[in-house]
C-alpha cells in the first residue's frame, strides 16, 4: 500500500463548533473505522458496536432539534460529516444517512407527544432505523405500493411485504409505508414500527457485488399490530411524507457518493506519486496527470453542489430540483472517479490488496438507491419543463 497520504479536505465551516466537530469526525473515522473497513466488508460483518459509538457521540442525531436529543446542526453540516464516514467506509456513512431517513417522518410530521415519546431513544440512545417505501414490485413506482394496513379498534393490523431495506433484520425500528386507503398516492399511510414487533420477520440478506458488511434484505409483515399512537401524520399523509424525506435522503447520498469519490481520489493520487516505471513517477507521465485533474474537479463540483442544495433547505426554501440534480450528479461522478482510479493502478486496481476495486463495487449502488439516476432526470426534467403532457 502507497505511503503517501493526501491532505484532508479543506471545509469551510460555518461556526467554530463545525470545525471541531469535522476534526472529532476525520479523526474517528481514522482511527475506528477505516482500519477495519476492508476486512469488515469481505466478511460480511455489520459494525453495530460501532453505530452504538456514533450513536453516544451525537453522530446519529446532527440535524435534529436539540429539544429531543438532536445536535442542532445544519445540513451543510450534517453532510459533509457523512462524506467523512462514507470515505472511511460506505457501509458506514450510508447506514448514518438511512437512519436519518427513518428518523425523519416522526420529526417532521409527528405529534409533540410521539416526538418527546420516541425521539430521544432512536437519536440518543444506541438505537437503529430503517426506512421502509419499496416492495418486490413497486420501486421507482413507490405509488403503487401493495403492503395493506386496516384499522382494528386501536391498532392497524399490517400485512405484506417490504423490499431492498438496508438494516433490514437488524433494525431497532422502521418507518413503515403502507396502504391505508384507496389506489394511488392518496391511500398511504405513515407508521413507527419496532424492531420486535410480533409477526415482524426479515428474509436472508440479498447478496450484493458491494457494499456487504450493509444488510439489505425484505421484511415481512404478516399481521404486525400497531398502536394508532404510532400512525405518523394524518391518514392517506404517507406518500407525501415519503416525498419530503426522500429530497432530503437524496442528499445523504450524494454526500456518500463524494466521500467514497474522494476516497478513491486519494488512493489514486497516493498511488501515482509513488509508483515508478521508466525511472519517474507515474504521477509525471501527462495522461496520468490528466486523469487525476478530472477526478478531482468531478470531486469537487459535486462538493458544491450537494452544499449548494444543503444551503437551500437550511434557509428554508425548496431544495427538490437541486437534491435530485447533486444525488445524479455526484453518485454518476463517484461510477466514473472510482473507475478512473482502477485505472491508474491498473493490475493493482483490479486486486483486493487496494481498495479501489472496493470503492468501484460501491459507487454503483448509490446510482440504484433513493431513486435511480433515471428517476432523477425525471424529476429534474418536470422542474425544468413541467410535467409530461398525458
Not at 293 to 304: E, K
Request: proline fraction near 5%; aromatic fraction near 6%.
Amino acid at each position: 500500500m502507497p505511503d503517501h497520504v493526501p491532505p484532508p479536505v479543506d471545509r469551510i465551516a460555518p461556526t467554530d463548533e463545525a470545525r471541531d466537530l469535522f476534526s472529532l469526525v476525520r479523526e474517528l473515522a481514522r482511527r475506528e473505522i477505516a482500519p477495519t473497513a476492508a476486512e469488515e466488508e469481505e466478511a460480511g460483518r455489520f459494525p453495530r458496536e460501532l453505530f452504538t459509538l456514533l450513536s453516544g457521540s451525537g453522530l446519529l442525531a446532527l440535524p435534529y432539534d436539540s429539544a429531543h436529543g438532536g445536535g442542532d446542526q445544519p445540513y451543510e453540516v450534517y453532510l459533509q460529516v457523512l462524506e467523512e464516514l462514507a470515505a472511511a467506509r460506505l457501509t458506514v456513512g450510508l447506514g448514518v444517512s438511512v437512519h436519518t431517513l427513518a428518523c425523519h417522518a416522526l420529526a417532521g410530521f409527528g405529534t409533540e407527544e410521539q416526538r418527546a415519546e420516541h425521539l430521544p431513544a432512536m437519536l440518543g440512545e444506541g438505537l437503529l432505523g430503517a426506512y421502509c417505501l419499496s416492495e418486490p414490485a413497486s420501486g421507482s413506482d413507490a405509488a403503487s405500493l401493495r403492503t395493506r394496513a386496516v384499522r382494528d379498534g386501536d391498532d392497524w393490523v399490517l400485512t405484506g411485504t417490504k423490499a431492498w431495506i438496508t438494516h433490514g433484520g437488524i433494525a431497532d425500528f422502521y418507518t413503515v409505508l403502507a396502504r391505508s386507503g384507496g389506489p394511488g398516492a392518496r391511500g398511504i399511510t405513515a407508521y413507527l414500527v419496532p424492531g420486535d414487533a410480533p409477526g415482524l420477520s426479515a428474509a436472508a440478506p440479498e447478496r450484493k457485488m458491494g457494499m456487504k458488511g450493509s444488510p439489505t434484505a425484505q421484511l415481512h409483515f404478516d399481521g404486525v399490530r400497531v398502536s394508532d399512537a404510532r400512525r405518523i401524520g394524518a391518514e392517506g399523509q404517507g406518500f407525501a411524507i415519503a416525498l419530503s424525506a426522500l429530497d432530503s435522503g437524496r442528499l445523504g447520498i450524494a454526500a456518500c457518493a463524494i466521500g467514497v469519490a474522494q476516497a478513491a481520489l486519494d488512493a489514486a493520487v497516493g498511488y501515482a506519486v509513488e509508483r515508478r516505471q521508466f525511472g519517474r513517477p507515474v504521477a509525471d507521465f501527462q495522461g496520468v496527470r490528466f486523469l487525476l485533474a478530472d477526478m478531482a474537479t468531478q470531486v469537487a463540483a459535486g462538493r458544491a453542489l450537494y452544499l449548494a442544495a444543503a444551503r437551500l433547505r437550511d434557509a428554508g426554501r425548496p431544495f427538490g430540483k437541486e437534491a435530485a440534480m447533486a444525488k445524479l450528479l455526484c453518485s454518476d461522478a463517484a461510477m466514473k472517479v472510482t473507475t478512473d482510479a482502477v485505472q491508474v493502478l491498473g493490475g493493482y486496481g483490479y486486486t483486493a490488496d487496494f481498495p479501489v476495486e472496493r470503492y468501484l463495487r460501491e459507487a454503483k449502488v448509490l446510482q440504484i438507491v433513493e431513486g435511480t439516476n433515471q428517476i432523477q432526470r425525471m424529476v429534474i426534467a418536470r422542474h425544468v419543463a413541467g410535467p409530461e403532457s398525458s
